[in-house]
Every structure is written in structure tokens, then in C-alpha cells.
T-cell receptor
Framework: GAVVSQHPSRVICKSGTSVKIECRSL??????MFWYRQFPKKSLMLMAT?????????EQGVEKDKFLINHASLTLSTLTVTSAHPEDSSFYIC??????????????FGPGTRLTVT | KQEVTQIPAALSVPEGENLVLNCSFT??????LQWFRQDPGKGLTSLLL?????REQTSGRLNASLDKSSGRSTLYIAASQPGDSATYLC?????????????FGAGTQVVVTP
């Protein structure tokens, strides 16, 4: 089946620094990728929709300048948390929609990245 | 605005009992409904995907039904096992969203005791 990877799986950074999380589709091409955030014991909240070659579409309440999303190729999207603070600590999960899944909308989820800001 | 609700929030059953997990959504204009499993600290594992034109899907001990008109889906897990302990999430994709983003429920945390 289709596989989506995320790197790193865990990251600890100091307050004020920036951290980049990668989301890759390993055996398929993805024109659209999604970034979700999950607080402890809470559900996943969509942060933004990332389309290859264009600017990401952010959900209401998500700071564009804080959560920078780049989708430079059909297999890679990156989320950069800029000037991270402890309240940004969370579990970040990406998903990717197969370029061939025009009618099914089927997506594949990455394993997630645990970000801890100290 | 679409709202997805899962009841109960937590469930504990002895091994061998059947599990019934409920999901309701307010906007019936859905394209797909999907059930996922999430183990602690891990990503999502897709269990079953039901397209809006379907009424149910089955895979092994799992059966999911969909009643779009009433805005409900139910996930049945037969003969539960301790390995079924996890959080189960339901999520919908709306026809009004061309990208296919998911809207998730808060999940049902399941514990199956030996």
C-alpha cells in the first residue's frame, strides 16, 4: 500500500528556535498534502492544505507566519514551526492524496512527529 | 459548519464482548466517511472507508455502517481482543471541499480487558 513518511519522528527544541518537519510520499505522487495538529487526548485539527507549486491554504485561526508550509515537489511537503514556544508542543501528522485518486479522495497518513518545545 | 461527534468518549469491555462505537455528523453532504485506529503516541491506521453511496463496509471482525440521511455511522468490532485497545476516530470528507480534507471526531478510547 501507499506509504507516507515523516521526519523526524520526535524533536525537542528550545523556545525561540525554528524546527522543520518533512512529509514524504514514498511510492506515489501527491499534488495535495494536509497538515494536522493533535493536542493530548484530543482529535486532529486541520492546520492547512498544501498544494504542489502553490501557496498553502490555512484554516481559520492558524498563523501563516508561524507555521510555514512548502510543497515544492510532488513527493515532499515541509512544515516549519518558526520561533517555537512551549504552546506549540504537539503531535503533527501529515496526509497525502494520491495524484491518481481523482475521484476517491483517498488519503494516506504519515506516522506523526512529536514536537516538544522547552 | 460540519461537526463530528463520537459517543462514548471512552469504553471498557471484557475480552470477547462486541464493541459498538458511534459517530454522528451534522452535514449530510459527505463524500466519504472513514474509521481510523490510533495507538498511543502513534499515527493513524485506516480501518474502513465508506463512500457516501455505500451503506456498510466489512473487514474481518470489523463492520461499519453509514446512514447519511440521519448523519450516523457505527463501527462494530466483534469478539473484542486486548489488542483492540486503542482510540478509534471517525472522519468525514465533505463534497463541498474540493481538496478532500478530513474533519475528525474526538475519538472513542477503548480498553479491552483480558
Amino acid at each position: 500500500g501507499a506509504v507516507v513518511s515523516q521526519h523526524p519522528s520526535r524533536v525537542i527544541c528550545k523556545s525561540g528556535t525554528s524546527v522543520k518537519i518533512e512529509c514524504r510520499s514514498l511510492d506515489f505522487q501527491a499534488t495535495t498534502m494536509f497538515w494536522y495538529r493533535q493536542f493530548p487526548k484530543k482529535s486532529l485539527m486541520l492546520m492547512a492544505t498544501s498544494n504542489e507549486g502553490s501557496k498553502a491554504t490555512y484554516e481559520q485561526g492558524v498563523e501563516k507566519d508561524k507555521f510555514l508550509i512548502n510543497h515544492a515537489s510532488l513527493t515532499l511537503s515541509t512544515l516549519t514551526v518558526t520561533s517555537a514556544h512551549p504552546e506549540d508542543s504537539s503531535f503533527y501528522i501529515c496526509s497525502a492524496r494520491d495524484i491518481l485518486a481523482v475521484f476517491s479522495y483517498e488519503q494516506y497518513f504519515g506516522p506523526g512527529t512529536r514536537l516538544t518545545v522547552t | 459548519k460540519q461537526e463530528v461527534t463520537q459517543i462514548p468518549a471512552a469504553l471498557s469491555v471484557p475480552e470477547g464482548e462486541n464493541l459498538v462505537l458511534n459517530c454522528s455528523f451534522t452535514d449530510s453532504a459527505i463524500y466519504n466517511l472513514q474509521w481510523f485506529r490510533q495507538d498511543p503516541g502513534k499515527g493513524l491506521t485506516s480501518l474502513l472507508l465508506i463512500q457516501s453511496s455505500q451503506r456498510e463496509q466489512t473487514s474481518g471482525r470489523l463492520n461499519a455502517s453509514l446512514d447519511k440521511s440521519s448523519g450516523r455511522s457505527t463501527l462494530y468490532i466483534a469478539a473484542s481482543q486486548p489488542g483492540d485497545s486503542a482510540t478509534y476516530l471517525c472522519a468525514v470528507q465533505l463534497t463541498t471541499d474540493s481538496w478532500g480534507k478530513f474533519q475528525f471526531g474526538a475519538g472513542t478510547q477503548v480498553v479491552v480487558t483480558p
